[in-house]
């Protein structure tokens, strides 16, 4: 079945230690997405792929960067993760403007 | 500053009866709506849309709302499922995302349908 992956599924790390997390899909849609969600709070778009053009969002913090080698695959990297960044990390994808597909989402923890 | 907003974290509701959640927003240049529905340890799957030329859109047990000029819409479930127990996430498209889909969405509503 086509689908977008996450892996880990849950991802523990020390503060301030770098940590990446994947996504990979099978759509072949060319628009990637990274949201973060806090508990109880609404998915935060982080920033997006449209083919390989990066769109960062404003207030997204310097320490997230991303990294979208192939139209399949798509990285995010926390450069020094604090404790305000334990949070659910999901990716989508979307053929353009068309609706977006989920991954099951990496829930980070930092200890 | 929360652009989409859902104001009801929780909703019960029994098997066979309506399930009505809502959703306001805030910006006027938003034009497509969705909702998302979310199960533990899964990602949110897409549910509905409206686009802001309707006010209804119907697909089956599930019917979108939209009423522009309270800038508020709704989704009702009839009759609701035990199987519809989830958490339920409006979202919204500015119409100046361009050529991605962009979406704001709001904090969720968890529904819960008791047989």
């Known amino acids: 079945d086509a689908m977008v992956i996450q892996n880990p599924r849950y991802q523990v790390t020390q503060f301030g230690k770098p940590v990446t997390l994947s996504c990979s899909q099978t759509?072949?849609?060319?628009?990637m997405y990274w949201y973060q969600q806090k508990s109880s709070q609404a998915p935060k778009l982080l920033f997006h792929?449209?083919?390989?053009?990066?769109?960062n969002e404003a207030d997204t913090p310097d320490n997230f960067q991303s990294r979208r080698p192939n139209t399949s695959f798509c990285f995010l990297d926390i450069r020094s993760p604090g404790l305000g960044d334990a949070a659910m990390y999901l990716c989508?994808?979307?053929?353009?403007?068309?609706?977006?597909?989920f991954g099951p989402g990496t829930r980070l923890t930092v200890l | 500053d929360q652009q989409v907003k859902q104001n009801s974290p929780s909703l019960s509701v029994q098997e066979g009866r309506i399930s009505i959640l809502n959703c306001d927003y805030t910006?006027?240049?938003?034009?497509?709506f969705l909702w998302y529905k979310k199960y533990p340890a899964e990602g949110p799957t897409f549910l509905i849309s409206?686009?802001?030329?309707?006010d209804k859109n119907e697909d089956g047990r599930f019917t979108v709302f939209l009423n522009k000029s309270a800038k508020h819409l709704s989704l009702h479930i009839v009759p609701s499922q035990p199987g519809d127990s989830a958490v339920y996430f409006c979202?919204?498209?500015?119409?100046?995302?361009?050529?991605?889909?962009?979406?704001?969405f709001g904090t969720g509503t968890l529904l819960a349908v008791q047989p």
């Open positions: 792929y449209y083919d390989k053009d990066f769109n």
């Open positions: 409206i686009s802001s030329i309707k």
């Open positions: 979202a919204a498209r500015n119409i100046f995302g361009g050529a991605t889909n962009k979406l704001i």
């Open positions: 759509l072949n849609h060319n628009v």
């Open positions: 989508a994808t979307s053929r353009g403007p068309d609706q977006q597909f």
């Open positions: 910006n006027s240049m938003f034009d497509y």
